[in-house]
């Protein structure tokens, strides 16, 4: 890790730790205070992220996306960018700041503690393929990250709708209708970009060990997350499902983005997903 | 009846516990069918047929309904959905084209050795349409390409001989060749050593040996040599002086071999020795010299004639989810 990675590695940590302050006291409080300090904290955080993966390509020779820590300042980076993006589109969604910039920097801790050495990229994973199968990979996370973010605020939203004297800081968050709106669009955003995923893996699955599917432990867990989404797409379009039921299989959703993204190549490290072991283990 | 029967195919009930079903069956197969059996089982291909049918039959129903709205054929998400699920649909023919007319296999090639297709080939999957050509494949050379300190490249030149006619094509991971509809693949590689060994002037071994790569990155393997002896090679990409093994290099810039001779039925050791390349030695009761050192490859070959669906459908799938995300409803 260079200095000039470090650097902005805990700058951009730094200032996610602190919008999270201003998220939790918004939250609390039930007023927005101090909300161009929030928004340049947030820009400073994220263009200090862009630096580490910058710095972190210059160095290594290839984009972040070929360890722990790389994946997760990757996908760290994203999910602040589809928030920033996300915020300027739809009214009133800051809050959901308080799920995606601790995630960010909770994920950008773990991969640091795991490790942040370079591992130079062996023949197996020499391919423009790689990028692109990550990327959208990581894309669709960020974007599931925040549509779970939105469906958490529904069922908060949606419960003290019914009180006669709800909380102020509720009136920070769109109604239900909009927020549900929300919610089903990013998921349509990540479902695409998980459609990329798969399709970019199989094609360099193909090219690489000669069949676009192997039922590895990583690949049936992305099409179990996959077909899940697609499963809540279904009800909600066709079913008109909507609601409480729709937030919550929302959040179950995402669990199975989560067992497929970081669990299952963990708990099962000779997947075909580890490269390292396609042809030869000392490359 | 019929119409009742297809009723069923076209019911958004039908849709949602077929991926459901697909679901249960992927986990019940993932976890609990041992080699994967279950993805090849006759039920899973009626399961795949039935989403290809529902596929088929419910994006019908929706370009039927277009003609019902005002501008049927205007940009809008309904288009969108449409080209997702005929994309979807086409990827599925793709793959039942492929098993039907497709085929699997793998074979060994050591440098300087041609083998035969498909005769040599040892077979994974084979569709019941596939016709085989007939060619001789020769793997002229193979190269480890340095990037630093870590192979780089895996890089094979390949001399497919057909009807006297030679082409040669070089295969690289992620960057197979393609010959007469057949892809070939570098999928694994590892070195063959020339050994000649003789006790009392008998010759006992006079051959090539291919030594089998293990995920601990070391290189060895046991042989039966005679009816009283066992033989376990193992090679070292790297010798250090004084005979001194280096386990961590890769590269073979002076390559060594360790050399045991194991009695086959009490399984002591009647000698041990390490050589480098070019010498003879002495080791237990056999003289041992090892002359040459190349290396082996193995291909994975497959010939995929519904590739070209795949891709297309898969491009169609991608539009179509774009085409809906970005048309709205109105």
């Excluded at chain 1, 909600?236 to 199975?256: E, I, P, Q």
């Excluded at chain 2, 498909?118 to 085989?132: M, N, T």
Aim: net charge neutral; aromatic share 14%; glycine share 8%.
């Amino acid at each position: 890790m260079s200095e000039t990675e470090m650097m902005f590695f805990w700058i951009s940590i730094s200032c996610y730790i602190l919008v999270t302050f201003f998220y939790l006291f918004w939250f609390i409080g039930g007023k927005v205070k101090g909300e161009k300090i929030e928004t340049a904290l947030l820009w400073i955080g994220f263009l200090a992220n862009l630096e580490v993966l910058i710095a972190r390509t210059l160095t290594s020779g290839h984009l972040p996306v070929r360890t722990l820590y790389e994946l997760n300042i990757t996908v760290a980076w994203l999910t602040v960018g589809v928030f920033l993006w996300a915020r300027r589109v739809y009214d009133k969604t800051v809050l959901v700041g308080l799920i995606c910039i601790p995630f960010s920097f909770l994920v950008m801790g773990w991969g640091f503690a795991d490790s942040p050495d370079i591992i130079p990229l062996t023949a197996a994973y020499k391919s423009n393929w790689l990028v692109v199968h990550v990327l959208f990979a990581l894309l669709s996370t960020a974007c599931y990250i925040f549509s779970a973010g939105i469906s958490i605020l529904y069922i908060l939203k949606s419960r003290v709708s019914l009180k006669e004297d709800p909380a102020a800081c509720y009136s920070l968050v769109p109604e239900p209708a909009q927020l549900e709106r929300i919610a089903v669009n990013m998921v349509m955003l990540g479902f695409l970009a998980g459609t990329i995923m798969l399709v970019s893996g199989s094609i360099w699955a193909k090219l690489l060990w000669g069949k676009y599917w192997g039922w590895d432990p990583v690949e049936t867990w992305s099409l179990i997350s996959w077909l899940v989404y697609g499963i809540y797409l279904h009800l909600r379009f066709t079913f008109g499902w909507h609601g409480k039921k729709l937030a919550v299989l929302c959040l179950l959703c995402l669990v199975t983005n989560v067992v497929s993204f970081w669990t299952i190549g963990i708990v099962t490290p000779d997947t075909y997903h580890n490269l390292d072991q396609i042809t030869r283990p000392l490359d | 009846m019929p119409k009742k029967l297809l009723g069923h195919f076209v019911s958004a009930k039908s849709t949602i516990i077929i991926i459901a079903s697909l679901l249960m069956f992927i986990i019940a197969g993932f976890y609990f069918s041992s080699g994967m059996k279950l993805f090849k089982s006759f039920y899973f291909i009626i399961l795949l047929t039935f989403l290809g049918l529902s596929l088929l039959i419910c994006t019908g129903q929706r370009i039927v309904k277009l003609k019902n709205y005002s501008s049927p054929f205007q940009f809008n998400f309904r288009w969108g959905s449409i080209a997702f699920h005929i994309g979807l649909l086409i990827i599925l023919i793709g793959f039942a084209i492929s098993a039907l007319f497709g085929m699997r296999g793998k074979v060994i090639i050591p440098e300087g050795v041609a083998a035969k297709f498909p005769a040599d080939l040892e077979i994974v999957e084979q569709g019941p349409f596939h016709e085989y050509k007939n060619y001789q494949v020769g793997l002229n050379k193979m190269e480890l390409v340095r990037d630093g300190s870590v192979v780089g490249q895996v890089r094979g030149d390949l001399d497919f001989i057909r009807n006297a006619a030679v082409e040669r094509l070089a295969v690289e991971i992620n960057h197979p060749a393609k010959y007469q509809g057949y892809y070939w693949r570098s999928q694994e590689w590892g070195y063959t050593l020339k050994i000649l060994i003789k006790e009392k002037e008998a010759v006992v071994l006079d051959d090539y040996v291919n030594i089998a790569t293990h995920a601990d990155g070391l290189y060895y393997d046991k042989f039966t040599l005679t009816k009283q002896t066992d033989m376990r090679l193992q090679f070292f990409p790297y010798m250090r002086t004084k005979g001194v093994p280096d386990t961590t290099e890769i590269f073979p810039d002076n390559p060594g071999l360790k050399v045991e001779f194991i009695d086959a039925h009490n399984k002591g050791k009647t000698g041990e020795g390490f050589i480098s390349l070019g010498q003879e030695a002495i080791i237990g009761n056999y003289s041992v010299l090892f002359s040459e050192l190349d290396f082996w490859e193995q291909f994975d070959v497959s010939s995929d004639p519904g590739e070209w669906l795949i891709f297309f459908g898969g491009a169609a799938s991608i539009i179509g989810l774009a085409l809906r995300i970005m048309g709205r409803r109105k």
